[in-house]
């Protein structure tokens, strides 16, 4: 089991959550973070950091998101491992309550 980024963190990225992950599970694309789910050490630091709540425990993740998993475990692979925290897009706080935008996703 492994902690999973789900939707909500799409053209947000606080990057709160890579500052308190002891193993550096984090990776970054261009607009959203996923976690590598064979480094994760379900040390559950990071699911309270979110200001977006994007991040759950696999088996909390809500059915809508069920996807979110392969595609955390997928594109851990190709992106960069993040480890410190950066400044939010310019319009993240705009796109924080929007609930649908899977569509945005840039990989
Ligand atoms: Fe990192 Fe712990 Fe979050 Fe896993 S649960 S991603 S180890 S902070
Ligand atoms: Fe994304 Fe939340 Fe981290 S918006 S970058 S999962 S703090």
Redesign the pocket.
């Known amino acids: 089991m492994a902690f999973v ?1 789900a939707e ?2 799409i053209k ?7 500052e308190v992950c002891p193993v550096d599970c984090f990776h970054e694309g261009p607009n959203f ?1 996923v976690i590598d789910p064979d480094e994760c050490i379900d040390c559950t630091l990071c699911e309270p ?4 709540t ?2 759950f425990r696999e088996e909390e993740l809500p059915d809508k998101w069920e996807h979110y998993t392969e595609l955390n475990a997928e594109l851990s692979q190709d992106w960069p491992v993040i480890t410190e925290q950066k400044d939010p897009p310019p319009d993240a706080d705009e796109w924080a309550d929007v609930e649908e935008k899977y569509d945005q996703l840039e990989r």
């Open positions: 980024v909500p963190c947000c990225k606080y990057t709160d959550c890579v973070l950091e979110c200001p977006v994007a991040i």
